[in-house]
C-alpha cells in the first residue's frame, strides 16, 4: 500500500518536473543576463536576479500593443468557436439530419491541409475582404483550424448524453433552440470548457498566420512580437527579453487553466453529487 | 405520426440553420483557399516574381511522384506520427487518470500539466534547440554531468538516429498536454456510480479500467486520435526550428514550405500540398471505416 | 438518471439568458471595431525598412533625423525580422503586392537577382560616384547591366583566436593555412583538457545546414582550388578534387577539433561557446568582435583576430554585406534615392561603423584613422575584401536560393558522415544540372 503510495507520487513528480522544466529554465533565463545561460556547466539558480528583462519589454510599446491585440484575438476567437461550433454540433448531433456524417467529413478535411499551403490563398481572401492587417481577418482565419476542433468534441459530447433528453422537453413544447440552449448546452458544459481552453490557447500561440496577415504593431500579436525581437545586433537573440516575455505571457494561461480545470471536470459527477 | 413527422421536419430546418455559421465560416476562410491550391497547383508560378505563372497541366504532378526526397519525407512523417501519438496517448491517459484522483493540489497540477501546451511554440522550440545543445545545453549537462546517467555527452540533433528521436520527445512534451485535457473532459462523462457499482461487485483497478474506463472513453479517444495524427501529419514548427529538415528528419510540412517560401515555387509547393492532402485524407477515411467497426457500427458516426 | 440531468439543467435555466446575450453583443462590437484597424499610412515619408538590432538602429534612426532636417523630407523606419529568410519573405510579401508603403529596402548581398524585375535602377543616378564603392559589390549589384543596390556595409569572416593559449603552447602567430589550424587546435585541447579545461574545443564554425554553411564550405572549397558552385559562365563546380578534399577535412574536424554539435550551430553557439572560453579558434563575423572583446565578456582581452586560413590554392573569403535599394513601385522615387545616397556616404558609413560595427563599403574610409582604431583588423580586411569570394546568386538568379540549399544540404550529409564527399558531390552535381537545365 505504501510502496504503491510512494510510486504514485514519484510518478506525480516525474510528470511535473517533466512539464515545467522548461518553464522554469525560462524563468531563470528571465531573471538572470543571458550570458550566465550558456556557461559550461549550466547555472540552475539565478542568483543575484534581476528585473532588469522585465523592465525592458514592459517599457516597449510594441509588446504591450500585441498583448492587447493577443487577448481581443484568443477571446474572440474562442468565444466565436464556441458559439458557432455547439450550435453546429448540437444540429449535427441531435437533430438526426441526413448528410450529417457528409458534413463532419468535409469540415474534418479543412485540418488535413499543411498550413503553408493555404497560407498564400487565405492571405488572398483576407486582403479581398479588406481585412489585411486588422483584428478581424486574424479571427476569421483562425476559424479554420478552431472551428473542425470545437464541432467535432462537442458532436461527440453531444452524441453521448442520453437520447431521452429532449424528448420531455419536445413534449412540453420547447423548441429546438431552446432545448440546445437550456438543456444540452449547460450538460456538455466541460466539453465546452476544454475546447474554449485549447481554442483559446491555440489562438493566443499561433504564428504563422499572424506574422503573414499583419505588419504593423497594431495589429500584431504576441507571438510574432516576441519572435521579432531583436538584441543589440541582429544575431544575437535577446533571450532575457524573450524569456521574461514568454513568462508575462504564460501566466495568465496558467491562471485560466486553473480557473476553468474545474469547470471541466466537474461535470454530470457534481450534478450526480449534489442530487 | 403527424407530429413526429412535423417534428422532425422543425428539427431538420433549425439544425441548418444552426449549421449556417459554421459553414459560412468555414466557406470563406476553407473552401476558397482549398480550391486556389489545386488551381494554382497546376501552373509553374513562383511567389512575386513580377509575372503571372503559366498553365502547365499535371506536370508538377508528375515531377512530385518521380522525386524521391519527397516520399522519403512522407514516410518519415508517417513513422513520426505512429510514434509520437501513440506515446502521446498512452502518456495522456495515464496522467488524466493521475490527476483525476483526489489530490489537494488538483488545481496546480492541472494547470503545470498544460504549460508545454501554453508556451508559444516559436520559443519553446528555440529554447529546446537551446537545451540540446551538445556543448552547454541543459540536458546533457543533466544526463552526464550532474546525473552521470551517460558516459559522455551526446550531440542530440547532429546524429542521424537521434534527431529524429528528440523531435518527437519535444512533440510529445508540448502536445501531451492536449490529450491529457480531452481525456480527462471525456472521463467526466463515466458517471461515477458505475464504478460504485463495481467496487461492489469486487472488481480490481485493472479490471475497472478495462471493462469500464476505457469502453466509456473511447469515443473520446477515437477523436483525440483522429486530432492528434492530423496535427502530427503536419508536424512543422518544432521540425524547423531543431533540425531543418535534415538528418532524416524531413517531414511533409517542412519539404512544403522549403519549395513554397524558401524556392518560392508555389506552383510546384501546391502540387506537393493537394498530394499531401489527398494521402492524409485517404488516412482518415480508412481510419473513420475502422473506427466505425470498432464502436459496433453505432448509428451516431 | 435523466430526472438528475433534467433537475441539474433546471438549474441552469434560470438567468442564462442576460449575461449570454451581452457576451454576445460585446463579442460583435469588438469584432466590428478591430475590423477597421487599418495600416497607418505614411503621408508624405519615406518609408525605409531595416535590420532591427537596437545598435544599428539607433544609428539609422540618427541619420534619418540628420536626413530631414537637411532636406525637409519625413522618414519613416521600419523594422524587418532578425532572419534573413523571413526578412526575404516580408520584402516578397510587400513587393509583390506591388506596394508603395515601403520606398527603401535594405538587401542582402545574395538578394539583388532574385528581386531584380522588383527594383529601381539607380544607375542614372549614380554615375560617377560608383568609383568610391567596392568594385566586387558595385559587379554584384549590376544586374543586366542595371544598377539595383548601393552597397552600404560589408560582411567578411575573419579568425578568431585566443592569443593567450596559442602563446601558450608555442605558438607565435596564427595559423596561415588550414593543416596548421588543425595541428595548433588539436595541440590546444589536448593541453588544456590535460589541465583540468574538459569543455574546451579546438574550434568553432558554423555548421547547421543553412545560409551560413554555405559560406564556410564555399570559404574551404575555394582556398583548395575546388571552384565557386557555379562559374561565372554558369559551368557547375562542385565535383571537384578540391571541393573533396576540403570537406573530407572539414568532417575530419567534426569530433576531434570540433564538438560533433557543431553541425548545428550557427553564429550565435560559435560566439556562446568562444566567449565562454571553451573556443580556441572561432570562423565568425566582424559582428562578434566588439562582444567578445566587451566588458561583460570572460576572455576580453585576451581574442585576435587573422585572415581565415588558405588552402592549397590561398585564402578565400565569402563576401557578405547589406546594401540599400529603391522600390519600383515608390512614390516618391527621386527622395528615396536622395536617402539611399545620404546613408551611403561618407558620412553616413563612417557613423554606421563607429556606432554599429558595420564596416563601410567606401574604399576612402579604409585609411581613415578613427575606423582604424576602432577596429585594429581593418588592416587585413582590405586585403581580404579585394579577394573575397562572392556566392553565385547573380549567375544563378531565381533559383539561387534552391542551388544554395542543395549545397549546405550535400555538404551537411559530409559533415554528419551521412555520405562519403564523392557520392554527396556527384549526387550535388547532378541535382545542379536539373535545377539549372543543364
Given at each position: 500500500?505504501?510502496?504503491?503510495?510512494?510510486?504514485?507520487?514519484?510518478?506525480?513528480?516525474?510528470?511535473?518536473?517533466?512539464?515545467?522544466?522548461?518553464?522554469?529554465?525560462?524563468?531563470?533565463?528571465?531573471?538572470?543576463?543571458?550570458?550566465?545561460?550558456?556557461?559550461?556547466?549550466?547555472?540552475?539558480?539565478?542568483?543575484?536576479?534581476?528585473?532588469?528583462?522585465?523592465?525592458?519589454?514592459?517599457?516597449?510599446?510594441?509588446?504591450?500593443?500585441?498583448?492587447?491585440?493577443?487577448?481581443?484575438?484568443?477571446?474572440?476567437?474562442?468565444?466565436?468557436?464556441?458559439?458557432?461550433?455547439?450550435?453546429?454540433?448540437?444540429?449535427?448531433?441531435?437533430?438526426?439530419?441526413?448528410?450529417?456524417?457528409?458534413?463532419?467529413?468535409?469540415?474534418?478535411?479543412?485540418?488535413?491541409?499543411?498550413?503553408?499551403?493555404?497560407?498564400?490563398?487565405?492571405?488572398?481572401?483576407?486582403?479581398?475582404?479588406?481585412?489585411?492587417?486588422?483584428?478581424?481577418?486574424?479571427?476569421?482565419?483562425?476559424?479554420?483550424?478552431?472551428?473542425?476542433?470545437?464541432?467535432?468534441?462537442?458532436?461527440?459530447?453531444?452524441?453521448?448524453?442520453?437520447?431521452?433528453?429532449?424528448?420531455?422537453?419536445?413534449?412540453?413544447?420547447?423548441?429546438?433552440?431552446?432545448?440546445?440552449?437550456?438543456?444540452?448546452?449547460?450538460?456538455?458544459?466541460?466539453?465546452?470548457?476544454?475546447?474554449?481552453?485549447?481554442?483559446?490557447?491555440?489562438?493566443?500561440?499561433?504564428?504563422?498566420?499572424?506574422?503573414?496577415?499583419?505588419?504593423?504593431?497594431?495589429?500584431?500579436?504576441?507571438?510574432?512580437?516576441?519572435?521579432?525581437?531583436?538584441?543589440?545586433?541582429?544575431?544575437?537573440?535577446?533571450?532575457?527579453?524573450?524569456?521574461?516575455?514568454?513568462?508575462?505571457?504564460?501566466?495568465?494561461?496558467?491562471?485560466?487553466?486553473?480557473?476553468?480545470?474545474?469547470?471541466?471536470?466537474?461535470?454530470?459527477?457534481?450534478?450526480?453529487?449534489?442530487? | 405520426?403527424?407530429?413526429?413527422?412535423?417534428?422532425?421536419?422543425?428539427?431538420?430546418?433549425?439544425?441548418?440553420?444552426?449549421?449556417?455559421?459554421?459553414?459560412?465560416?468555414?466557406?470563406?476562410?476553407?473552401?476558397?483557399?482549398?480550391?486556389?491550391?489545386?488551381?494554382?497547383?497546376?501552373?509553374?508560378?513562383?511567389?512575386?516574381?513580377?509575372?503571372?505563372?503559366?498553365?502547365?497541366?499535371?506536370?508538377?504532378?508528375?515531377?512530385?511522384?518521380?522525386?524521391?526526397?519527397?516520399?522519403?519525407?512522407?514516410?518519415?512523417?508517417?513513422?513520426?506520427?505512429?510514434?509520437?501519438?501513440?506515446?502521446?496517448?498512452?502518456?495522456?491517459?495515464?496522467?488524466?487518470?493521475?490527476?483525476?484522483?483526489?489530490?489537494?493540489?488538483?488545481?496546480?497540477?492541472?494547470?503545470?500539466?498544460?504549460?508545454?501546451?501554453?508556451?508559444?511554440?516559436?520559443?519553446?522550440?528555440?529554447?529546446?534547440?537551446?537545451?540540446?545543445?551538445?556543448?552547454?545545453?541543459?540536458?546533457?549537462?543533466?544526463?552526464?554531468?550532474?546525473?552521470?546517467?551517460?558516459?559522455?555527452?551526446?550531440?542530440?540533433?547532429?546524429?542521424?538516429?537521434?534527431?529524429?528521436?528528440?523531435?518527437?520527445?519535444?512533440?510529445?512534451?508540448?502536445?501531451?498536454?492536449?490529450?491529457?485535457?480531452?481525456?480527462?473532459?471525456?472521463?467526466?462523462?463515466?458517471?461515477?456510480?458505475?464504478?460504485?457499482?463495481?467496487?461492489?461487485?469486487?472488481?480490481?483497478?485493472?479490471?475497472?479500467?478495462?471493462?469500464?474506463?476505457?469502453?466509456?472513453?473511447?469515443?473520446?479517444?477515437?477523436?483525440?486520435?483522429?486530432?492528434?495524427?492530423?496535427?502530427?501529419?503536419?508536424?512543422?514548427?518544432?521540425?524547423?526550428?531543431?533540425?531543418?529538415?535534415?538528418?532524416?528528419?524531413?517531414?511533409?510540412?517542412?519539404?512544403?514550405?522549403?519549395?513554397?517560401?524558401?524556392?518560392?515555387?508555389?506552383?510546384?509547393?501546391?502540387?506537393?500540398?493537394?498530394?499531401?492532402?489527398?494521402?492524409?485524407?485517404?488516412?482518415?477515411?480508412?481510419?473513420?471505416?475502422?473506427?466505425?467497426?470498432?464502436?459496433?457500427?453505432?448509428?451516431?458516426? | 438518471?435523466?430526472?438528475?440531468?433534467?433537475?441539474?439543467?433546471?438549474?441552469?435555466?434560470?438567468?442564462?439568458?442576460?449575461?449570454?446575450?451581452?457576451?454576445?453583443?460585446?463579442?460583435?462590437?469588438?469584432?466590428?471595431?478591430?475590423?477597421?484597424?487599418?495600416?497607418?499610412?505614411?503621408?508624405?515619408?519615406?518609408?525605409?525598412?531595416?535590420?532591427?538590432?537596437?545598435?544599428?538602429?539607433?544609428?539609422?534612426?540618427?541619420?534619418?533625423?540628420?536626413?530631414?532636417?537637411?532636406?525637409?523630407?519625413?522618414?519613416?523606419?521600419?523594422?524587418?525580422?532578425?532572419?534573413?529568410?523571413?526578412?526575404?519573405?516580408?520584402?516578397?510579401?510587400?513587393?509583390?503586392?506591388?506596394?508603395?508603403?515601403?520606398?527603401?529596402?535594405?538587401?542582402?548581398?545574395?538578394?539583388?537577382?532574385?528581386?531584380?524585375?522588383?527594383?529601381?535602377?539607380?544607375?542614372?543616378?549614380?554615375?560617377?560616384?560608383?568609383?568610391?564603392?567596392?568594385?566586387?559589390?558595385?559587379?554584384?549589384?549590376?544586374?543586366?547591366?542595371?544598377?539595383?543596390?548601393?552597397?552600404?556595409?560589408?560582411?567578411?569572416?575573419?579568425?578568431?583566436?585566443?592569443?593567450?593559449?596559442?602563446?601558450?603552447?608555442?605558438?607565435?602567430?596564427?595559423?596561415?593555412?588550414?593543416?596548421?589550424?588543425?595541428?595548433?587546435?588539436?595541440?590546444?585541447?589536448?593541453?588544456?583538457?590535460?589541465?583540468?579545461?574538459?569543455?574546451?574545443?579546438?574550434?568553432?564554425?558554423?555548421?547547421?545546414?543553412?545560409?551560413?554553411?554555405?559560406?564556410?564550405?564555399?570559404?574551404?572549397?575555394?582556398?583548395?582550388?575546388?571552384?565557386?558552385?557555379?562559374?561565372?559562365?554558369?559551368?557547375?563546380?562542385?565535383?571537384?578534387?578540391?571541393?573533396?578534399?576540403?570537406?573530407?577535412?572539414?568532417?575530419?574536424?567534426?569530433?576531434?577539433?570540433?564538438?560533433?554539435?557543431?553541425?548545428?550551430?550557427?553564429?550565435?553557439?560559435?560566439?556562446?561557446?568562444?566567449?565562454?572560453?571553451?573556443?580556441?579558434?572561432?570562423?565568425?563575423?566582424?559582428?562578434?568582435?566588439?562582444?567578445?572583446?566587451?566588458?561583460?565578456?570572460?576572455?576580453?582581452?585576451?581574442?585576435?583576430t587573422a585572415s581565415l586560413p588558405a588552402g592549397s590554392a590561398g585564402r578565400a573569403a565569402v563576401l557578405g554585406g547589406w546594401q540599400l535599394a529603391v522600390s519600383r513601385y515608390s512614390k516618391n522615387p527621386a527622395a528615396a534615392t536622395e536617402l539611399v545616397r545620404y546613408m551611403t556616404s561618407r558620412h553616413g558609413q563612417k557613423q554606421e561603423a563607429l556606432g554599429a560595427s558595420r564596416l563601410p563599403t567606401r574604399l576612402a574610409l579604409y585609411d581613415d584613422p578613427d575606423i582604424a582604431s576602432e577596429f585594429p583588423f581593418i588592416p587585413t580586411m582590405r586585403h581580404t575584401l579585394d579577394n573575397a569570394v562572392a556566392r553565385p546568386s547573380k549567375v544563378v538568379g531565381v533559383d539561387y536560393n534552391e542551388v544554395s540549399t542543395y549545397y549546405y544540404q550535400a555538404v551537411h550529409e559530409i559533415l554528419t558522415g551521412q555520405n562519403s564527399a564523392d557520392e554527396a558531390l556527384s549526387n550535388l552535381d547532378a541535382l545542379l544540372?536539373?535545377?539549372?537545365?543543364?
Open positions: 500500500m505504501i510502496l504503491r503510495r510512494i510510486l504514485y507520487l514519484l510518478a506525480l513528480l516525474l510528470m511535473v518536473v517533466y512539464a515545467l522544466f522548461p518553464f522554469y529554465w525560462a524563468l531563470s533565463g528571465s531573471l538572470q543576463p543571458s550570458e550566465k545561460l550558456f556557461a559550461i556547466p549550466a547555472d540552475y539558480f539565478p542568483w543575484p536576479a534581476t528585473l532588469e528583462s522585465y523592465r525592458q519589454i514592459f517599457a516597449d510599446e510594441v509588446f504591450l500593443k500585441g498583448l492587447r491585440n493577443s487577448v481581443i484575438v484568443a477571446g474572440s476567437v474562442t468565444l466565436l468557436a464556441l458559439a458557432t461550433g455547439s450550435l453546429a454540433a448540437c444540429a449535427l448531433a441531435r437533430f438526426r439530419m441526413r448528410g450529417a456524417r457528409i458534413v463532419l467529413g468535409l469540415i474534418l478535411a479543412m485540418t488535413m491541409f499543411p498550413q503553408i499551403a493555404v497560407l498564400g490563398a487565405v492571405h488572398a481572401i483576407i486582403s479581398f475582404l479588406g481585412l489585411y492587417n486588422s483584428l478581424a481577418g486574424l479571427i476569421l482565419s483562425y476559424m479554420l483550424f478552431t472551428l473542425p476542433l470545437t464541432v467535432w468534441v462537442l458532436t461527440g459530447f453531444f452524441q453521448s448524453l442520453p437520447r431521452e433528453l429532449e424528448e420531455s422537453a419536445y413534449v412540453d413544447g420547447a423548441g429546438p433552440f431552446q432545448t440546445f440552449w437550456r438543456i444540452l448546452l449547460p450538460l456538455a458544459s466541460p466539453g465546452l470548457a476544454a475546447t474554449g481552453l485549447l481554442t483559446f490557447i491555440a489562438a493566443w500561440n499561433e504564428y504563422l498566420f499572424a506574422l503573414s496577415l499583419t505588419i504593423t504593431p497594431e495589429a500584431r500579436t504576441v507571438p510574432v512580437v516576441i519572435a521579432n525581437f531583436s538584441g543589440a545586433t541582429v544575431h544575437e537573440t535577446p533571450w532575457g527579453a524573450i524569456m521574461a516575455a514568454c513568462i508575462v505571457v504564460t501566466v495568465p494561461l496558467v491562471i485560466l487553466v486553473m480557473v476553468f480545470q474545474k469547470r471541466i471536470v466537474e461535470g454530470l459527477t457534481a450534478g450526480a453529487v449534489k442530487g | 405520426m403527424k407530429r413526429k413527422v412535423g417534428l422532425q421536419y422543425k428539427l431538420e430546418r433549425a439544425g441548418w440553420l444552426f449549421l449556417a455559421p459554421a459553414l459560412v465560416i468555414l466557406g470563406l476562410v476553407g473552401l476558397y483557399p482549398l480550391a486556389q491550391t489545386f488551381i494554382v497547383s497546376l501552373t509553374d508560378a513562383r511567389m512575386a516574381s513580377g509575372e503571372p505563372g503559366r498553365f502547365v497541366g499535371l506536370r508538377n504532378y508528375g515531377d512530385l511522384f518521380q522525386l524521391k526526397p519527397f516520399w522519403l519525407a512522407v514516410r518519415t512523417t508517417v513513422l513520426f506520427t505512429a510514434v509520437s501519438v501513440t506515446i502521446e496517448l498512452i502518456l495522456g491517459i495515464a496522467i488524466a487518470l493521475i490527476l483525476q484522483s483526489g489530490l489537494r493540489a488538483r488545481g496546480f497540477l492541472r494547470a503545470a500539466i498544460l504549460v508545454p501546451w501554453a508556451l508559444p511554440t516559436v520559443v519553446s522550440a528555440r529554447m529546446w534547440n537551446y537545451m540540446l545543445v551538445d556543448t552547454y545545453g541543459v540536458v546533457n549537462d543533466i544526463l552526464v554531468t550532474r546525473l552521470h546517467l551517460l558516459p559522455e555527452k551526446v550531440a542530440w540533433l547532429a546524429e542521424p538516429g537521434l534527431a529524429l528521436m528528440a523531435v518527437v520527445a519535444v512533440d510529445v512534451w508540448k502536445t501531451t498536454p492536449f490529450v491529457v485535457l480531452l481525456i480527462l473532459a471525456g472521463l467526466q462523462l463515466i458517471p461515477r456510480q458505475t464504478y460504485e457499482a463495481a467496487e461492489v461487485d469486487g472488481a480490481s483497478w485493472w479490471q475497472q479500467f478495462r471493462s469500464i474506463t476505457l469502453p466509456m472513453l473511447t469515443p473520446t479517444i477515437l477523436v483525440v486520435v483522429i486530432f492528434r495524427t492530423l496535427d502530427a501529419l503536419r508536424v512543422f514548427d518544432a521540425v524547423w526550428v531543431l533540425t531543418r529538415g535534415q538528418l532524416g528528419t524531413e517531414t511533409m510540412a517542412t519539404y512544403t514550405y522549403r519549395q513554397m517560401v524558401d524556392f518560392r515555387k508555389i506552383g510546384f509547393g501546391s502540387a506537393a500540398s493537394v498530394t499531401i492532402f489527398a494521402l492524409i485524407a485517404a488516412f482518415v477515411v480508412v481510419y473513420l471505416l475502422a473506427a466505425r467497426s470498432a464502436t459496433g457500427g453505432d448509428d451516431q458516426q | 438518471m435523466a430526472k438528475i440531468v433534467h433537475r441539474h439543467s433546471k438549474q441552469y435555466a434560470n438567468g442564462q439568458w442576460r449575461p449570454a446575450c451581452a457576451a454576445f453583443l460585446l463579442l460583435s462590437i469588438c469584432i466590428l471595431l478591430t475590423g477597421c484597424r487599418g495600416r497607418d499610412s505614411a503621408g508624405d515619408a519615406i518609408t525605409i525598412i531595416l535590420d532591427p538590432g537596437a545598435n544599428s538602429f539607433a544609428v539609422d534612426q540618427q541619420l534619418a533625423r540628420e536626413f530631414e532636417r537637411e532636406t525637409g523630407h519625413a522618414v519613416r523606419l521600419l523594422k524587418a525580422p532578425a532572419s534573413s529568410t523571413e526578412r526575404l519573405s516580408q520584402y516578397l510579401q510587400y513587393l509583390g503586392a506591388e506596394s508603395p508603403d515601403v520606398d527603401v529596402y535594405q538587401v542582402d548581398v545574395i538578394w539583388p537577382a532574385t528581386l531584380e524585375n522588383h527594383l529601381a535602377d539607380l544607375s542614372e543616378s549614380f554615375t560617377t560616384e560608383t568609383a568610391a564603392f567596392l568594385p566586387a559589390l558595385i559587379a554584384n549589384n549590376t544586374i543586366n547591366g542595371k544598377l539595383l543596390a548601393i552597397p552600404w556595409y560589408v560582411d567578411v569572416p575573419l579568425l578568431y583566436y585566443r592569443d593567450d593559449l596559442l602563446r601558450k603552447y608555442g605558438f607565435q602567430e596564427p595559423p596561415a593555412t588550414w593543416d596548421e589550424l588543425t595541428t595548433m587546435a588539436a595541440a590546444v585541447q589536448r593541453g588544456e583538457r590535460m589541465a583540468g579545461q574538459a569543455a574546451l574545443w579546438g574550434f568553432v564554425w558554423q555548421g547547421m545546414a543553412y545560409e551560413g554553411l554555405t559560406c564556410n564550405a564555399l570559404e574551404w572549397q575555394v582556398s583548395e582550388g575546388g571552384g565557386r558552385i557555379v562559374a561565372e559562365e554558369g559551368a557547375i563546380e562542385v565535383n571537384t578534387p578540391g571541393a573533396r578534399r576540403a570537406f573530407t577535412r572539414a568532417a575530419g574536424w567534426v569530433g576531434s577539433i570540433s564538438p560533433p554539435g557543431v553541425t548545428t550551430y550557427a553564429e550565435e553557439e560559435c560566439r556562446q561557446m568562444f566567449q565562454s572560453g571553451n573556443a580556441v579558434f572561432m570562423r565568425n563575423w566582424p559582428y562578434a568582435y566588439s562582444l567578445v572583446n566587451g566588458n561583460e565578456s570572460p576572455v576580453a582581452g585576451k581574442v585576435r544540372r536539373k535545377v539549372l537545365d543543364q
